[in-house]
């Protein structure tokens, strides 16, 4: 498999990220390439969380927080004070571990982003919603029913209604947070079907729920522990022939 | 003697259900014995008339006009600046000295009685601001009494939202006011309207406070500075004077169809407002 000709989109340098005094990321360095689907994995407490969280800055809302390095998203440091914070949100976007549908429709979930960005003309809503639904797979299942609650949709149908709203702002970035741990099997291929054809348009970021997972749709894996970053490379290379022993013993189920 | 669980289970579901019924008897006896007493006073003429002979004859319009009158004035001072700051204590600032300071004297203004408020209103409004007694007075007092229940209200209802919700809005680049005008609020109204309907409920009950802010005038209020009397006032005046017992009953049934309505109301709007979205 060989997708990892892209360009650097996020270049991450020398990151430690401490919660209180813990630090939870220990001098990491990492590139994303452009248009690859990258998972970090790693047992809970690795960081993997808190890395994508760092990456949109959603980790700004946290108390007693310290970030040091750098972070570039296309060669621009995301914490310089030139850039806004509402603007990278709404360019790195995020699907959280569990479904949360806001409560309103499925259509106003999908056209929350782009109204709360300005845009108030229907058509060009209307237009929106429909390209995000179809581009998440959701749009067969919920054309006739687009003004009824998205809460009342099934899990997986809530987590691709979740990945259709970050579509609608046409972000470049998407961070997926264990998207599939509460779901079945059925949704959960679905839903990593639909990355698989993102990831043409976007990069992709995932914390897989599972080992399994990281092996099915990942161009490139990252496995961290405990905050350190033991092995990065192809997935097919990482998972056939692990050059750390903590990663072999992890891969094949030895801890974590 | 130990009791076996099924023993003991039917014991606690009666007492329980004893319980609920007979404050339920209670409370429909109340109003249903109001109602009776009341309602065969309430005709066209004591909708539509002003009291006179003091209040002997004639109807209660203007007490209806100043209760309505001052509970609105309370209600729009009372509600920004009670939701605001729930919405500033649970959103616009993490705990510390401050946000405790303000629980605390809002959780002591509640238990004060309201005839304290009274006084204060007289003292601050009446007097100090020159309002006179007024419909303003009286409002401003109400909305003072009410406050601290419509800030705890609110803030629970806030705190009920899930924080996961507010992630969400952040991550699709809203700003905090942004997640909070649409968001937090839809999502909160109801335990929101829930205190605001409460403190509309304690406006229109209330005498003390109001009789020593809005005095006990019984012609028709003109301005927000006019003197006037409302109708739990009224009601005060003619039972405990003994003016015209039949006229008190009267009074007190129109107020309870009044705070039915207002609930209904209220329940209707926040109904219509929260279809969309469960």
Known sequence: METTTGQSKISIRNLHFYYNKNEVIKALNLEVRANEILAVFGPANSGTTTLLRTLNRMSDLAAKVRIEGEIFLDGKNIHSPEISITELRRKVGMVFEVPTPLPMSIFDNIAYGPRLSGIKNKAALEEIVEKSLQMAVLWDEVKDRLHSSGMRLSGGQQQRLCIARILALQPEVILLDRPCSGLDPVSTSKIEESLRTLKEEFTIIIVPHNVQQAGRVADRVAFLLMGDLIEEGLAADVFANPKEKRTSDYITGRFG | ?278
């Open chain 2, 1 to 278: 003697m130990r009791l076996n669980p099924n023993k003991s289970q039917v014991i606690a579901k009666t007492v329980i259900w004893s319980a609920a019924i007979l404050v339920l008897l209670l409370l429909f006896s109340i109003i249903l014995y109001i109602l009776s007493k009341g309602i065969p006073n309430i005709t066209w003429q004591f909708l539509t008339q002003i009291p006179s002979d003091m209040g002997r004859s004639g109807g209660i319009l203007s007490c209806i006009v100043g209760t309505l009158s001052v509970t609105l004035v309370a209600t729009l001072v009372a509600t920004p600046l009670g939701v605001g700051t729930a919405f500033y204590l649970t959103e616009y600032t993490r705990e510390s000295t401050i946000t405790k300071i303000i629980r605390f004297s809002a959780e002591s203004l509640a238990g004060i009685p309201s005839i304290v408020y009274g006084l204060f209103g007289f003292i601050f409004f009446v007097i100090y601001l020159k309002l006179g007694w007024s419909i303003l007075s009286g409002g401003l007092t109400l909305a003072v009494m009410i406050l601290p229940t419509i800030i705890r209200t609110s803030e629970e209802a806030i705190r009920t939202v899930p924080p996961i919700y507010r992630e969400v809005s952040f991550s699709l680049g809203g700003t905090k006011w942004q997640t909070m005008i649409k968001v937090l609020i839809p999502t909160a109204l109801p335990g929101i309207a829930t205190g605001i309907i409460l403190g509309i409920g304690r406006c229109v009950a209330e005498t003390a406070a109001v009789i020593l802010t809005a005095g006990s005038a019984l012609r028709m209020p003109l301005s927000l500075f006019s003197p006037t009397r409302t109708m739990a006032v009224h009601f005060y005046i003619l039972a405990r004077e003994g003016i015209s017992l039949e006229r008190a009953y009267g009074t007190a049934a129109l107020l309870i169809i009044l705070i039915l309505l207002i609930n209904i109301g209220a329940n209707l709007l926040v109904n219509r407002f929260m279809a969309k979205g469960h």
